[in-house]
């Protein structure tokens, strides 16, 4: 009995080090901060918050409309700047370096990024009255929460998700991740503030976000808000290699 005793204990011992272990370094498996490779001084514009410097690959440009994008969890947004500037030939664009991404300042966190984004939209807005906000994987999240709250002309959604939350619990059954997570980026809250027209673009065959979490996302939206473009044969990283994707950033149809 006294044995039988021991290997409960120490069961339950070993799993709550695991819990620790996986709250403590949860950051670390939702982060991945990448150095920016492309830009100049003249096509970097630095933007002062409260508690960092964060640095915005720009295509600069006159005119009342523009472009804000928010990249995924791994990637360095100046790579996506060509992209954008195809779908949008004649917006001026800003693509924003998390903190501790691409030489920004600071560390990343769910309420960093969204006072930053705040932050990025008003400088944005004071001289474009037009704006965008496109959203890619992670900054899904990002982009829906600022276009609850800012006034956004269109909003873009590039591998969306319902929530960081619900996705975490899929991949980690055994933990009690909800109550461990400190990031979740639940779009699901935002989502219905949202009057704008909303373009969802889905990877048919993408292996990073399930399916199910887009389309639950999809029905967060008031009808009449959201519309979903899939784009097949095509995963959470190749989707822009396919022609379809900067038709359905442009909003073309």
């Known amino acids: 009995m006294q044995s039988a005793l021991r290997i409960v204990l120490l069961l339950g011992a070993a799993y709550a080090l695991a819990c620790l272990v996986l709250f403590l370094l949860q950051r670390s498996l939702l982060y991945y901060p990448q150095p920016r490779r ?18 915005v690959s720009t295509r600069p440009a006159t ?3 523009a472009v804000i994008y928010f990249g995924g969890n791994g990637e360095d947004v100046s790579g996506s700047v060509p992209d954008l500037a195809a779908a949008f030939p004649a917006h001026a664009l800003y693509a924003l370096h ?18 930053d984004a705040l932050a990025l939209f008003d400088k944005v807005h004071a001289s474009h009255p037009h704006v965008t906000v496109v959203g890619r994987s992670l ?10 709250v800012r006034p956004a002309e269109r909003l873009v959604l ?34 219905p503030q949202i009057k704008v027209p909303t373009t969802i673009i889905t990877a048919e065959r993408d292996e990073v976000i399930p ?21 097949a044969a095509r995963g959470h990283n190749t989707l ?4 379809l994707y900067t038709q359905a950033l442009s909003g073309r149809r």
């Open 139 to 148: 900054g899904s999240g990002v982009a829906v929460h600022l276009a609850s």
């Open 240 to 243: 822009q290699e396919d022609p």
């Open 38 to 55: 492309l830009g100049t001084d003249a096509t970097v514009m630095k933007l002062a918050v409260a508690d960092a410097e964060l640095l």
């Open 98 to 115: 998390y903190r501790g991404y691409g030489g920004s300042s600071g560390k990343p966190s769910q309420d960093a990024l969204f006072a």
């Open 158 to 191: 590039v591998t969306p998700y319902d929530s960081i939350a619900g996705i975490a619990a899929a991949r980690f059954p055994y933990f009690p991740v909800r109550f461990l997570l400190r990031d979740r980026y639940e779009s699901f809250r935002y989502a």
């Open 211 to 231: 399916r199910a979490s887009t389309s639950l996302l999809r029905t967060r939206f008031a009808p009449g808000i959201a519309h979903e473009v899939v784009i």
């Open 63 to 65: 005119g009342p409309e």
